[in-house]
């Protein structure tokens, strides 16, 4: 049986160039978006640039999570590579937040990530070795104005990878995390980094040079992937910073940033 990998969020964006990077290394793929995304035409396009087998179903992960797990088990689809990009974001005051952004986050970054992963961990148990990367973010590291939810949902995914690998490890199942910095996905995102400045702009890599890195040093059993070194030292400086003069600073970012919105 041919082993798969699951690639969520696959339409546009990262997911997509996690796709890309996979179907080269000769991964079949099973790709999933919401509807309306093109993504049966992704996948079409896919298998014919790089000759492998994509199977694709368009589903809302945060309503309908069945609707994928029932898929692969009534079509014995072998998963051996679980990559949890589907995620929700933004920068916006916690208070100007409507319900449903607030729901829509908390249910994708977090309730997804975490039951997609206990429904599919037997699946990789029987195709180990295994691996699974998850999504966080460098606002991962620390409390983010502006960036409230978003930033705690991704210290949430972190914590959980980091401790779901060293479960995991005696089941051949490596568990990687990835925290990226900005990346400047489409012209909104890319105004939103001119206006936040030095800061915002100083993590920015392209969505194919953080996937290909990510799915390089997942297959190495790599635990934290922190894109560039710039990401880096952004990352030490904001530890280094006692937490009362970093947080003012990003709340001016954020704010900033939020008036782009």
Known sequence: MRNHTLITGA????????????????HSLLLTSLPKEDLPNIGKKLA?????????????????LKSLTNWIIENDIA?????????????????????????????????????LTHHLIPNLKQNQPSYILNISSMAGDFAFPYKAVYSASKVYVRNFSLALSEELKPESISVSVLQPGAMPTNDVVKGQ???GGFFANLSTKSTKEVANLA???????????????????????????????????????GKTINSTN
């Open 79 to 115: 998963i051996n590579f679980l990559i949890n990009n589907a995620g929700f974001g933004g920068t916006v005051a916690f208070s100007d937040m409507s319900s449903e952004q607030l729901n829509l986050m908390l249910d994708l970054n977090i309730k997804s990530v975490t039951q």
């Open 193 to 195: 980094l001119d206006k």
């Open 215 to 253: 799915i390089t040093q997942t297959l190495k059993g790599k635990r934290i992937i922190i894109p560039g070194w710039q990401n880096k030292v952004s990352l030490l400086l904001m530890k280094i910073i006692p937490a009362k003069w970093a947080r003012p600073l990003l709340a001016k970012q």
């Open 11 to 26: 339409s546009h964006g990262l997911g997509l160039e996690f796709a890309h990077k996979c179907a080269s290394l000769g």
């Open 48 to 64: 014919k640039e790089y000759g492998v087998s994509v199977k694709v179903l368009e589903t809302d992960l945060t309503t309908n």
